[in-house]
């Protein structure tokens, strides 16, 4: 079945070809690296790790570009407030280059635990200044732009159209509550492109308007262009990006080479916490280490996320993410049954399950659908070495790391025990040495009621949490 991707900006399905053959150019709206990512944001890289592996198992090259904004992304998307980097750089009392490293780090080992695809092009926004500059100068010499005391802003009156990504009214929109302050401004919808430092701004530039810094949206049209060129084919990021960032990526975009950049814009509805938004103000945010804590993998939470599908919203609780652990589990021993045994299936069965898997994933990633199918096969009565080869295949795409099931679930037997329940076993240990069985049988009781089961063999002891 012909991959079909859903494109925000046609609201359509639509079959995917690629502008150049056989690779496929992907542009995604990457981190800002001023805190921990939470799961909300990883909902945002699982569905971006689909679609690569959907894309690959389709059998497309990829040329795929994300950017880390380390620079830029002022509190509010619309060009108030703070940098967000200068403002975690004072509070953590750290320049903000050191905050940008932390932080980048801790993400792409928490990628790496999700196993995540790596995109081929990682591009820092602090190391494409000269290409950021270069955009605004070309839209300031197209008559896109203007200075202000601010900084240098893109006029949206320009452009045939704005929006066209987003449904919003800009009419009703000005004439209605929001009032905007800025009085330099030509329209209240004009965005900042480049913006004046303030003495105290660490992060600057030389620039023809002195010491200054890019705007959060210009660095994506900029790197996007500088490595997959005037058109490419496929842009992610999340529905909060809609109406602001990729609205005004098109218009720069336009402003410079006439185009829109991406012939698909692709966008994953949020993850929310007990039905309601998820934001670090609200402290309902979550990290995978949070998690762990709670005894949920990075890989239990990717399988949380493929209960639904990326265009809804997705509820998070502990408890369904529990759920998402068992199954996971189960998904591996089921797997495992399949390993080395050799009962008889049909190659039409096999053949079946394929084609359905190819139908679900092709029909814009439908995950849930997928797993349905994978579930069905995990549990077909029919032990086959023929539905294990099966799941790893299947498992290209939805990348849990199926084939090393063993040692997961090896892992997790291993538990590591607090360092009282240590001392007991020693003691217990002893006491059946010395054959005092009332203390051996005392401990073990003291370990029950701590909620760990003692089970005496041949081998020795073995201690289990209940
Ligand atoms: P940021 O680091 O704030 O620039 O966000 C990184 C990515 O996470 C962006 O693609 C956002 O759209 C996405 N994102 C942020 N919060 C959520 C959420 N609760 N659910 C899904 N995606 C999110
Ligand atoms: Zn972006």
Known sequence: MQ????????????????????????????????SYAHIGNFRAYVFMDNLRRVLKYNGYKLKHVMNITDVGHLESDADEGEDKMEKAARKENKNPYEIANYYTEIFFRDMGRLNIG????????????????????????????????????????????????????????IAGA??????????????????????????????????????????????????????????TGGVDHIPTHHENEIAQSKGVTGKIPAKRWMHVEFLQVDGGKMSKSLGNTYTLDELEKHEIEPLAYKLFCYTAHYRTKLNFTFESAISSQKALNRLREGYLKHVNSKEEISNEAIQQYKSRFIEAINDDLNMPLAMGIIWELVRNDIKSEKIAKLIEEFDEVLGLDIKNSDKYISQQKKIELPEEVEDLIKQRTLARENKDWSLSDKIRDELKQMGYNVKDSKEGMTVEKV
């Open 118 to 173: 790596k995109p081929e092009i990682i591009a820092k926004a602090t190391e494409h200044i000269s290409e950021m500059l270069e955009f605004v100068k070309k839209l300031l010499e197209n008559g896109y732009a203007y200075e202000t005391s601010r900084g240098i802003y893109f006029d949206i009156s320009k452009l045939d159209r704005y929006p066209v990504l987003s449904n919003r009214n800009i009419d009703d929109q």
């Open 3 to 34: 991959l079909k991707l859903y494109n925000t900006l046609t609201r359509k399905k639509e079959e995917f070809e690629p502008l150049d053959g056989k690779e496929v150019r992907i542009y995604s709206c990457g981190p800002t690296v001023y």
């Open 178 to 235: 929001r009032v905007d302050v800025d009085t330099e401004k030509r329209n209240p919808y004009d965005f900042a492109l480049w913006i004046k430092a303030p003495e105290n701004h660490i992060m600057k530039w030389e620039s023809p308007w002195g010491l200054s810094y890019p705007g959060w949206h210009i660095e994506c049209s900029a790197m996007g262009r500088k490595y997959l060129g005037d058109e490419f084919d496929i842009h």
